[in-house]
């Protein structure tokens, strides 16, 4: 582990026998209930003095090395292994048939050493997607109109939740699905919002996070419906009021070609509406909202093999619509450029998330929409030669990374072309 930490230019981290300890306790803890899931308390067990804490579970891997492998192509997992931390509590057990893998970080006294970022570029981030979402938030001055939440364990509800937020003039933040993190609580406490939208259905964000969140501003609403398709619906219903000329329109079964979307949307105050691309035509609930809205120009964020031929020309057919025009490239990081390079002719500011990842780029959509600059998803350790070509056309003279340096490395932070 501190070898790759070392590739990326950042310090190696201490093995500390006690949070080593509390490794070993969890990784008991699984086996005996048979079951993998996170130490609920692991923050209040490890030794406390520390600024920040992570952890990574693991099941089944037959080896340390097979484990390590895993999680360093996990973006969630590999930005805990590549996060600002001093000392590591490590575990790695065998009961019966199976293997238990723990992983507890802490940040103790000074910082880990680690990549100085060029000029002009600036890393939103924290321990974890909630705290990296709530990093993106303070970009925002307190007394917004509107704060939409939605869940961090899922994209496709955030996926329309985030122009929406833009649209409004205010921050997505993310929650668990079990429970309200202090972190995002304080960070709405201190947006003193007017409104809190939760995106999603009763079992997506529970019953008890509504009631959490209701005492922390004076209305809330739930926007959230029987699917993904519904609730995307009805968050653009409710974001749009007064309609829109234009909108994108994104396959809601991945996440990468919505992201790009909906900074591109968020610059023009369009929506993004999420479609079954591989069916046969529109159906009658998303024909009934083009026509509500009044869409006359539709954007198609990806390839036919999202976004099918038989969908773009019912999108085409559909009454009042004018014009329907594909953008899309040979895979996700070309579908983004092409998106971001027909969206804006000029852009001082761009955003950076992985593309092999969603938590970072959902909250990191709506503020980048919000302030009319585009969202690239590019791989995790380089950026794509047309995406460097875009930025010199729109004389971008900042640049905003989304998440710690395990999701985007510093060949991202110098823009170092991919081969």
């Known amino acids: 582990m501190n070898s790759a930490r070392a590739a990326e230019g950042l310090g190696p981290l201490k093995l500390n026998s006690s949070l080593s300890k509390v490794s070993l306790t969890w990784a008991q803890q699984m086996a005996s209930n048979g079951v993998m899931a996170h130490n609920p308390s692991y923050s209040s067990q490890i030794p406390s003095g520390w600024s920040r804490s992570g952890e990574n579970v693991a099941r089944g891997w037959t080896t340390p090395t097979a484990v390590h492998n895993a999680w360093m192509d996990s973006a969630g997992h590999r930005a805990n292994i590549m996060g600002d931390y001093t000392d590591i509590g490590i575990s790695f057990i065998t009961v019966g048939n199976s293997t238990w893998a723990v992983q507890n970080f802490a940040k103790y006294g000074s910082s880990v050493p680690s990549v100085t970022l060029p000029s002009g570029v600036e890393r939103l981030s924290g321990s974890d997607r909630y705290s990296t979402a709530v990093a993106i938030s303070q970009e925002y001055d307190p007394g917004v109109s509107v704060v939409y939440v939605a869940t961090g364990a899922n994209y496709p509800d955030a996926l329309s939740a985030a122009p929406a937020a833009a649209a409004q003039g205010g921050p997505l933040l993310l929650t668990p699905p079990t429970g309200l993190p202090t972190v995002v609580k304080n960070e709405i406490k201190r947006l003193d919002p007017d409104l809190i939208v939760v995106v999603g259905g009763s079992g997506v964000l529970s019953s008890s996070i509504y009631k959490q969140l209701a005492a922390l501003a004076p209305k809330i609403r739930r926007d959230g419906g029987a699917s993904r398709y519904e609730t995307s619906r009805i968050v653009i219903e409710r974001a749009f009021p007064n309609g829109s000329n234009t909108a994108f329109f994104a396959t809601g079964a991945n996440y990468p070609d919505a992201l790009s979307a909906s900074a591109a949307a968020g610059n023009t105050g369009s929506p993004v509406i999420l479609i079954d691309g591989t069916g046969s035509g529109v159906d009658s609930a998303t024909a009934k909202l083009i026509d509500r809205l009044d869409i006359s120009k539709i ?14 020309k019912a999108l085409d057919a559909q009454p009042g619509v004018t014009k329907v025009t594909r953008y899309s490239g040979s895979n996700r990081y070309e579908t983004s450029e092409a998106i971001n390079s027909a969206s804006f002719d000029t852009a001082p500011r761009a955003f950076f998330a992985v593309g092999t990842g969603f938590a970072d780029a959902l909250a990191g959509a709506a503020l980048a929409g919000g302030t009319s600059a585009p969202l690239y998803v590019v791989p995790g ?22 998440g710690g340096t395990g999701a985007l490395g510093s060949g991202v932070a110098k823009l170092t072309i991919c081969k």
Request: with cysteine.
């Open 299 to 312: 954007m198609i964020a990806g390839g036919t093999g999202v976004v099918s031929s038989k969908v773009f």
């Open 381 to 402: 350790n380089c950026v794509p030669k047309g995406v460097v070509s875009n930025l010199n056309d729109f004389e971008t003279s900042s640049r905003v990374l989304l």
